[in-house]
């Protein structure tokens, strides 16, 4: 029998972006944000500083790991047909260091399931774990709502949310 195929975004999912982002708000600016203070907003209204570190080199290869990230993707890759999808050619520094990132933390996933995008709504899967409305709204299969500040509040039946590592192990 054919195994499901997993679609797992990267940043927000694997990726701890919201780390990164004030850690190098604090660093730049000496603000101190606080991850509730950015409930309900987008990156780039909750980050003064969100194109300038988005687009500087070192933000994604520099990035943070979600906790259980290693596990639960480890046992996902073993279960299922695991490829990783990451919107990346808006960003073009990221797309080697998202690969360098991956291998380094994620050794078990090979070149062949890397898949960096400008756009995810054609590639096609049975489940997508993802933590943006705009990339689940057109996937077809079994959506799964990894959560994150900016989609704390966000109620929807369409999707099957989720808060961390463990839940999608328990889930899956």
């Known amino acids: 029998m054919m195994k499901a195929q997993v679609l797992v975004d990267m940043d927000g999912v694997l990726a701890d ?3 990164q982002f004030i850690r190098m708000e604090k ?3 000496g603000i101190g944000l606080q991850v509730q203070d950015l409930y309900g907003k987008p990156e780039s209204q909750a980050f003064p500083s969100y194109e300038k570190h988005v687009r500087s080199r070192g933000f994604f290869s520099t990035a943070p790991l979600m906790a259980d990230s290693v596990e639960g993707l480890r046992y996902l890759n073993d279960a299922y047909k695991v490829l ?4 990346a050619t808006e960003f073009p520094d990221s797309l080697s260091e998202k690969q360098k990132w991956l291998q380094t933390y994620y050794p078990f996933i090979t070149w062949q399931q890397m898949i960096f995008c400008g756009c995810k709504d054609s590639i096609r899967g049975d489940i997508m774990i993802d933590d943006h409305l705009r990339n689940l709204h057109t996937f077809e299969g079994k959506k799964v ?3 994150q500040p900016h989609n704390i509040y966000i109620e929807d039946d369409r999707f099957q949310r989720v808060m961390n590592w463990r839940e999608i192990m328990d889930l899956l």
Do not use: A, G, N
């Open 27 to 29: 660093q730049e600016s």
């Open 145 to 147: 709502l990894f959560t």
């Open 84 to 87: 990783i999808v990451s919107s």
């Open 17 to 19: 972006v919201y780390r």
